[in-house]
């Protein structure tokens, strides 16, 4: 097993690597105590001719290791004549994109290919180890801390069990996809997975992820403003949001609108932390900030869809559908539309879904236009449902 604990074997390892066709990556990271996750260890692997099992094809990187420059990893990350296989790749990509500002590419995820080739909804890595590599993770070693130093040879071999057997499973589901024809699709999803915007975090926009007791302008300016500091503040410091106020506090304040320290000390959700000299004057300014937003420029949201008379109905025709097609297909049902997508689609006139574009279109959107104007039935048979055009 290879442990890259210098810049200089880094450089070495990843100019090998830089010739192959692919690469398995993962991460390891801690961040239940910080904003931006911390990158323990980073396991790579290139293919190998002889079997999966050859160890010398597969290292790990350790960032933590005194004078660790990442570079030639990123460089790495972003050559573009190396395609970059990761297994649920969302987080591991915001940590590349956080820390060296760049997105591996071209990049596969084979959770995202694993649920078009029909393994289910968010197949896990252990799933497609034992159903495709028809081998075994020991799972001991899952919680491990993985800033704490040194690390067992035991958890070292469960770290890298995550990019060896990966190597087996991208050459299969690739070849699925091949067969099916089908990689256009993992395609759309994987710009999705590697576009910049993917990764950034607005503070001015993270009001949208707090659940408002209000549609009042008056009031959602002063949650803006309060989720803006929130969040500009938990960057600075390093600490997650709700460890500088949790989300029922922050309604709770801007419910209130506390003037002073002293009324902010009043109310009965605000933690002892945000009591504090420092964040209490950070609470009352954003307060004062978005009490004085100018009337047209405080947040509106809009008002929900009417719906179609009838449209629950037709909304559980279009879930049959769904199902349907997934069971025909060999796709998991979510990755084409959710439940919600669902109820949109029949409610709504001309929605902006995803289910509508792209090869989901393909997949099921077209059906679902079609059935919805009477052009398409649904007929139940022996064996499962058929779709019958209408004259």
Request: contains cysteine.
């Amino acid at each position: 097993m290879q442990v890259i604990t210098t810049t200089k074997a880094l450089a070495d390892l990843t100019a090998g690597y830089a010739k192959a066709p692919f690469v398995t990556v993962d991460t390891e990271f801690m961040r239940e105590r910080t904003y931006w996750p911390q990158l323990c260890l980073v396991q790579i692997a290139r293919p190998v001719t002889e079997g999966d099992e050859v160890d010398e094809d597969a290292a790990i990187v350790d960032p933590l290791a005194e004078g660790m420059d990442l570079a030639p990893l990123f460089k790495l990350m972003a050559n573009k004549k190396v395609v970059k296989v990761f297994h649920a790749a969302r987080q591991d990509v915001e940590i590349f994109h956080n820390l060296g500002g760049i997105i591996p590419t071209p990049m596969f995820d084979t959770q995202v290919a694993a649920m078009v080739c029909g393994y289910g909804d968010q197949v896990g890595y252990e799933t497609l180890v034992r159903r495709i590599a028809k081998a075994e993770l020991d799972k001991s070693s899952r919680f491990t801390d993985w800033s704490r130093r040194p690390l067992s040879r035991k958890q070292l071999d469960y770290a890298l069990g995550d990019v060896t057997h990966l190597r087996r499973i991208y050459r299969e589901l690739s070849d699925l996809l091949d067969k099916s024809g089908r990689g256009h699709w993992v395609a759309e999803e994987m710009a999705i997975l590697t576009a910049p915007g993917t990764y950034v975090v607005e503070p001015e926009d993270a009001w949208r992820r707090v659940k408002a007791r209000s549609q009042s302008p008056k009031y959602l300016a002063v949650v803006k403003a309060l989720a803006k500091w929130r969040e500009l503040t938990a960057q600075t410091r390093d600490v997650p949001r709700s460890r500088v106020i949790k989300d029922d506090a922050l309604l709770e304040i801007a419910t209130a609108r506390p003037k002073s320290p002293e009324e902010l000390g009043k109310l009965r959700l605000v933690q002892r932390e945000a009591r504090r000299s420092e964040t209490a004057e950070g609470i009352i300014g954003a307060v004062a900030e978005g009490e004085a937003c100018p009337p047209d420029q405080r947040p509106v949201l809009p008002p929900p869809p009417r719906r179609r008379q009838g449209s629950a109905a037709v909304a559980d025709m279009l879930r049959v559908l769904l199902k349907a097609r997934a069971e025909e297909l060999g796709v998991a049902s979510k990755l084409i539309a959710s439940s919600a997508d669902l109820d949109v689609l029949a409610g709504e006139d001309k929605p902006d879904l995803a289910a509508l574009k792209g090869w989901r279109r393909e997949a099921f959107g077209e059906d679902a236009l079609r059935l919805m104007a009477g052009k398409l039935a649904l007929v139940a048979r022996p064996g499962g449902v058929q779709l019958i055009e209408v004259d």
